[in-house]
């Protein structure tokens, strides 16, 4: 039966035992940690323009996404249930009108003992919604795309870069 398990031991929400826990990490030093993410709304190009002119029935979606792209990145301990709760200290979201959709980034920064990837991707995933949500009344075969981890820097694994993808500082 332990040989079942041999997969789970590289991840960390899992015991020897293969049993789901919350990662201990009370012993690992508070070091400064950022994270960037990425998603994408694809819309019809009659919507693009109709956002562009601020068209949209229930206001800006831009600006209201982004404030939503904020609120849940606080929240994310609350949304993933092994997820710590953590003391961000600055969380931004962009969101730009693209040819054929809005292009949604995300950044998030802490000093604690554990990363901010979730906030990141929670943060624009939620921001993404967020525009469907506001876009809807004129387009429901909205499609929200791309969402993936861009960028993180800090802590005992170090820093990543996705690969091949360009990322602003």
Not at 71 to 91: W, Y
Request: charged share 25%; proline share 4%.
């Amino acid at each position: 039966m332990a040989k079942k398990f041999v997969a789970w031991k590289k991840l960390s929400h899992y015991d020897r035992t293969g049993r789901v826990r919350m990662v201990d990490v009370s012993a690992k030093p508070a070091t400064s940690r950022t994270a960037m993410a990425h998603a994408f709304v694809r819309m019809q190009r009659a919507t693009v323009a109709s956002v562009r002119r601020l068209k949209s029935p229930k206001g800006n979606p831009l600006e209201i996404a982004r404030i939503a792209g904020i609120t849940a990145a606080k929240r994310t301990s609350e949304l993933i249930p092994l997820c710590h709760p953590l003391a961000l200290t600055h969380v931004d979201v962009a969101a730009k009108l693209c040819q054929n959709g809005i292009e949604v980034t995300s950044e998030a920064t802490t000093t604690g003992p554990t990363g901010v990837e979730m906030e990141a991707l929670v943060a624009a995933a939620v921001a993404s919604l967020t525009i469907y949500d506001m876009c809807k009344a004129l387009e429901r075969s909205m499609e929200i795309t791309e969402l993936y981890l861009l960028k993180k820097s800090g802590g005992r694994s170090g820093d990543y870069t996705r690969a091949g993808k360009r990322v602003k500082p």
